[in-house]
């Protein structure tokens, strides 16, 4: 008979394939090392420490080749919609049969899919036992004898492992018996490489999860700082640019102002021309220390986000991810001041005012949907709006839009 199904067990003993030269990386999860450590040591164990589906694959066919004497060593996995994809393969000199899809029942690799069970055939182009759908690239390899062996976890088959010869003979119980511990080792190593694989991306999505709140809470910040830096510089200058009180060029006061006034009658002008008396002064003092506390929270904030940048954030895909706006002129600044709203909240509120959605907003602003939510909620508390449309109105009223 040319197809038979191969012995669920075969007591045979093989000596144990060269190691690959890869080690496993330390994120390996608990729960893959404790599977590892219950495989036999002659069983491939070295296939479950690469963590990785395609590389397991890959050795797992040049391996089928290597210890059945084959010339073809192939091997599947089931992809959507059921059917087995020959994703890697050893020892092929075309192309037909690479990533070919094979549906449960069709040809050798198919009846494996449907029953579960390992099969071979002596002689592929001729048997009665399989169906011929991939004849043509099975010739054009110049395929004979195949046997395939199912890849299964818990009874489920999750791929197909093959190894093929370039003439018609059958394969030895040993090496079908290799074949089926190799099948057995490589559904191991998937289950690990899938459950390292779902390890790594929660880890990675609680990152972006913890990017994406700092680029939050640090945009706000920056706005907030921002805003207080600009308005203790403008109180400390006065019309002439000059900080507010300091002394004209050479330590002279202002023209009309008298020595001593406002200050004692003792003062003299030396201290006039040192101008302690237009720059001193607790308030003055501590104005300036408020500016420097928060320009150095600003350059920190600043420096927290290049670091969130650093780090692919994705909201932070262009530029900073708090880009300025501009201000057409002076006196909607001063509208600005007097509503109390930030440039970001007006950038935010105009446009909602054309009719923007949120995640629209957010998509021209570089800017997480929360934090428009954020902003906007700010500008109309401080307009005093219960909703969008009232804040646009209350806004166009103060000159804003």
Same mark, same amino acid.
């Given at each position: ?7 669920a *067990?075969? &007591?045979?003993v093989? &000596?144990?394939p060269?190691? !690959? ?6 994120s390996a999860?608990? #729960?893959?090392? *404790?599977a590892?450590?219950?495989v $036999?040591?002659s069983a491939?164990t070295?296939?479950?420490?690469l963590?990785d589906?395609r590389?397991?694959? /890959?050795?797992a066919?040049r ?7 084959a010339?073809i060593?192939?091997?599947?996995q !089931?992809?959507?919609g %059921?059917?087995?994809?020959l994703?890697?393969?050893? %020892? ?10 094979? &549906? ?5 690799? %198919?009846?494996?899919l449907?029953?579960?069970r390992?099969?071979? !055939?002596?002689d ?23 046997a ?6 818990e ?8 190894a ?5 003979s059958g ?5 079908l ?5 190799l ?6 190593a998937l289950?690990?490489?899938?459950r390292?694989?779902?390890r790594?991306?929660a880890e990675?999505?609680?990152e ?6 700092l680029?939050? *809470? ?13 308005? /203790? ?5 006065g &019309? #002439?640019?000059? $900080?507010?009180?300091? $002394?004209?060029?050479g330590?002279?006061p $202002?023209r009309?102002?008298r020595?001593?006034?406002g200050?004692g009658?003792g003062e003299s @002008? ?5 101008g302690?008396?237009w ?7 501590g104005?300036?220390?408020?500016l420097e506390? =928060?320009?150095h929270?600003?350059a ?8 969130a940048?650093?780090?692919g954030?994705?909201v ?6 708090v880009r ?7 006196? /909607?600044?001063v @509208?600005l001041?007097?509503a109390g709203?930030?440039?970001r909240?007006y950038?935010?509120? @105009?446009l909602?005012?054309v009719g923007r959605?949120?995640?629209?907003i957010?998509?021209?602003?570089? =800017?997480?949907?929360n934090t428009v939510?954020?902003y ?5 508390h401080? /307009?005093g709006a219960?909703?969008?449309m009232e ?5 166009r009223?103060?000159?804003?839009l």
């Open positions: 008979m040319d197809t038979s199904a191969v012995p *067990s075969v &007591p045979a093989v &000596p144990a060269r190691p !690959v030269s890869r080690s496993a990386p330390a999860s608990v #729960s893959a090392v *404790s590892v450590s219950a $036999p040591a491939h070295d296939l479950v420490g963590l589906r590389a397991a694959l /890959l050795e066919a391996r089928a080749r290597e210890l059945t004497g010339d060593g192939l091997a599947g !089931v992809e959507a %059921g059917a087995a994809v994703r890697t393969w050893a %020892g092929t000199r075309r192309d037909g049969l690479h990533d070919l899809v094979v &549906p449960a029942g069709f040809g050798l690799g %198919g009846k494996v449907q029953t579960s390992p099969y071979w !055939v002596r592929y182009p001729r048997s009665r036992s399989i169906t011929h759908h991939f004849d043509e690239p099975i010739r054009a390899e110049g395929i004979r004898a195949m395939g062996v199912p890849v299964s976890v009874g489920r088959v999750i791929g197909t492992l093959y093929a010869r370039r003439e018609a394969f030895a119980d040993t090496a018996d290799e074949l089926r511990r099948a057995d080792a490589t559904a191991l289950t690990v490489a899938d390292a694989r779902a790594r991306e990675l999505a609680a972006r999860r913890r990017l994406d709140a680029h939050d *809470s640090v945009g706000l910040l920056l706005d907030t700082l921002d805003e207080q830096v600009r308005g /203790l510089r403008a109180g400390r200058r &019309p #002439s640019g000059r $900080p507010a009180g300091t $002394p004209r060029p330590g002279f $202002p009309g102002a020595p001593g006034a200050t009658a @002008r030396e201290s006039w021309r040192g302690e008396s720059r001193g002064g607790p308030e003055r003092d104005c300036r220390e408020r506390h =928060l320009e929270r600003l920190e904030a600043r420096a927290l986000l290049r670091s940048k650093a780090h954030s994705p932070l895909r262009s530029g900073t991810g300025r706006g501009t201000v057409a002129d002076e006196g /909607l600044r @509208r001041r007097e709203l930030t440039r909240e950038e935010v509120l @105009r909602v005012s959605t949120n995640p629209e957010a998509e021209e602003l570089d =800017l997480a949907r939510k954020t906007l909620q700010a500008a109309m401080k /307009l219960r909703n969008r804040a646009t109105v209350r806004a009223e103060a000159g804003l």
